[in-house]
């Protein structure tokens, strides 16, 4: 069971190059989410997904996008990137447990992106 | 608007030396208070979830407690292995597909 895997782990990219990260999950998780973190910041979100086929803005959802064709793998879409893109990149999952009104997330590994 | 404020940034504890990590809130209807530490170059690992005033949950050295306006994690005689970040989060009642994370403390205990 490897929980939350993302690919690449590390990343260069120039000034309006795109790329697209990748994140999959093996726990059969509705939910997942993707996050980018800023030294101070904490963790801001970016973009989730409720289910396979769904897809909804956060906090910051300029300049990506996503798509969520299967149920086990998220992707996140840089389609020109800038140095303000420059973060650590999180994906998490979660499932809503039904005797619960919370659900908690799971992480993964984090891809570190630099633009130049 | 929902906030999460964390204090203090940093935390710099001798072996044995016990102290506590302030989590403050403001959220529409609190629906999960969340604890997770995070090591360097690692993702978040989840600890707790608190749901309502009063509730407290321990596992080994921490235990994390609710108040309608702030959280504490409370380490009791702490270890080196201890040393990571703790990031605290919210999901409200009425945003509640999205969590609101606070930028965490930076505990680092020393032998």
């Known amino acids: 069971n490897a929980g939350v895997t993302q690919t690449p782990k590390f990343r260069v990219l120039k000034t309006g190059q795109s790329m697209t990260l990748l994140c999959a999950q093996d726990m059969n998780h509705e939910y997942m989410y993707w996050y980018r973190q800023d030294p101070g910041m904490g963790l801001r979100l970016i973009h989730y997904?409720?289910?396979?086929?769904?897809?909804a803005k956060g906090e910051v959802p300029d300049g990506y996008n996503v798509s969520r064709l299967k149920k086990q793998n998220f992707l996140l879409g840089l389609e020109s990137a800038a140095p303000s893109q420059t973060s650590v990149y999180f994906c998490?999952?979660?499932?809503?447990?039904?005797?619960?009104?919370?659900?908690?997330?799971?992480f993964g590994p984090g891809t570190r992106l630099t633009v130049t | 608007e929902d906030q999460v404020t964390q204090s203090p940034e940093a935390l710099r504890l001798q072996e044995g030396e016990s102290s506590s990590l302030n989590c403050s809130y403001t959220?529409?209807?609190?629906?999960?208070l969340f604890w997770y530490r995070q090591d360097p170059g690692k993702g978040p690992e989840f600890l707790f979830t608190l749901y309502s005033a009063g509730e407290e949950k321990e596992k080994e050295r921490l235990k994390a407690t609710l108040t309608k306006k702030e959280s504490f994690l409370h380490i009791t005689a702490p270890k080196p292995e201890d040393s990571a970040t703790y990031l605290c989060a919210v999901r409200s009642l009425y945003n509640f597909n999205k969590f609101y994370f606070g930028s965490g403390t930076k505990l680092n205990v020393k032998p």
């Open positions: 959220v529409s209807g609190l629906r999960g």
């Open positions: 998490a999952s979660s499932y809503p447990m039904p005797q619960q009104s919370s659900y908690e997330q799971y």
């Open positions: 997904s409720v289910g396979e086929g769904t897809t």
